[in-house]
């Protein structure tokens, strides 16, 4: 994926996150779907939990927050707290990654309509521009995409690993 270096503002942020957003999917397909699952920290977090976690934080930020849908209305969980991690035993990384590009692609389309200075307010009654949800979520997803990083090292790592 060719990267912009120039541009608006709107190009390089747009671009920033899509980077971030096929780093993350890019690193824990190198799994398999039970390496994905495999637990290396005390908390809940594994490979295809983080993609599970960004597609409910797209959601919370572009679904809820840009759009106003109520989260019911959302086409997934939206709320990004620790359950955000969970992943059903029915689901697969592919399942998982499908869920997360569709929720890319709808916060893509949700963006694309509003323009970087708009400003919503918050349910903290505190006014949050769209410039601000762009950054946050290209730090969000890069934090993410470190930890996933970091966690298929390791399994990649110890050939105790269950394949496939």
Known sequence: MSRVIHGSERDILDDALDRNREALITSVTR????????????????????????????RFWFQRFLAGRDEHACDGPASPGKGSFAVGDDESLDDVVAEFRSTAAQSRAIAADLALDAVLTNSHDEPVSVRFVLQHMVEELARHTGHADILVEQTLADPGTDAE
Do not use: C, F, N
């Open 31 to 58: 799994l398999t779907d039970s390496q994905s699952r495999r637990r290396l920290v005390p908390s809940a977090t594994t490979p295809i939990g983080l993609v599970k976690h960004a597609a409910a934080a797209e």
